[in-house]
T-cell receptor, first 111, second 109 residues
Framework: DTAVSQTPKYLVTQMGNDKSIKCEQN?????MYWYKQDSKKFLKIMFS???????INETVPNRFSPKSPDKAHLNLHINSLELGDSAVYFCASSRRLYGYTFGSGTRLTVV | GQQVMQIPQYQHVQEGEDFTTYCNSS?????IQWYKQRPGGHPVFLIQ?????EVKKQKRLTFQFGEAKKNSSLHITATQTTDVGTYFC?????????FGAGTILRVKS
């Protein structure tokens, strides 16, 4: 029944590793997003996809690569992880003129 | 720029006291949204305001959109411990939702 589900919930990994976070929504929304929340709770958009097409790519290092195989899925792959990548990553989806629905988040810790 | 200022950063209240958080923009906004994030949780959509001077209520929560559509507020009457969390305003700029810095609310029982 979960509207936006993302996995894994927790991810602890060493510097230099590559990791992926998966996201799926069953709301039929056309647009999906990745947000990063830092330790001060600040939420910043990273990417936005509309019907599998990238429409927003904020100034994110190109070690971060989103992929949307279909409009219900948006995955995030991160190469060569750095300490500063530690944060909570939220997937979200929306339809026009309505609020966003967020997933439960993935807490990434790079050691 | 594409930002909205939110104050205060923190508020610590006694249970039963009221709470208000404010968002301000230097530009006219088409709409503003409010979200609540419980500790350890994810942002949850509360409401969207669209019209100038709009006031909406959800039980003890009152949301206002300024006449000039440059500011908004969320007021909680008689806070309860279940109100704890971070409250964010958010504004759509084109295809993206930009969040204010949030106000962390703590309630002492």
């Amino acid at each position: 029944d979960t509207a936006v589900s993302q996995t894994p919930k927790y991810l602890v990994t060493q510097m230099g590793n590559d990791k992926s976070i998966k996201c799926e929504q069953n709301l039929g929304h056309d647009t999906m997003y990745w947000y990063k929340q830092d330790s001060k709770k600040f939420l910043k958009i990273m990417f936005s996809y509309n019907n599998k097409e990238l429409i927003i790519n904020e100034t994110v290092p190109n070690r971060f690569s989103p992929k949307s195989p279909d409009k219900a899925h948006l995955n995030l792959h991160i190469n060569s992880l750095e300490l500063g990548d530690s944060a909570v990553y939220f997937c979200a989806s929306s339809r026009r003129l309505y609020g966003y629905t967020f997933g439960s988040g993935t807490r990434l810790t790079v050691v | 720029g594409q930002q909205v200022m939110q104050i205060p950063q923190y508020q610590h209240v006694q249970e039963g006291e009221d709470f208000t958080t404010y968002c301000n923009s230097s530009t006219t906004l088409s709409n503003i949204q409010w979200y609540k994030q419980r500790p350890g949780g994810h942002p949850v959509f509360l409401i969207q305001l669209v019209k100038s001077g709009e006031v909406k209520k959800q039980k003890r929560l009152t949301f206002q959109f300024g006449e000039a559509k440059k500011n908004s507020s969320l007021h909680i009457t008689a806070t309860q411990t279940t109100d704890v969390g971070t409250y964010f305003c958010a504004v759509e700029y084109g295809n993206k939702l930009v969040f204010g810095a949030g106000t962390i609310l703590r309630v002492k029982s």
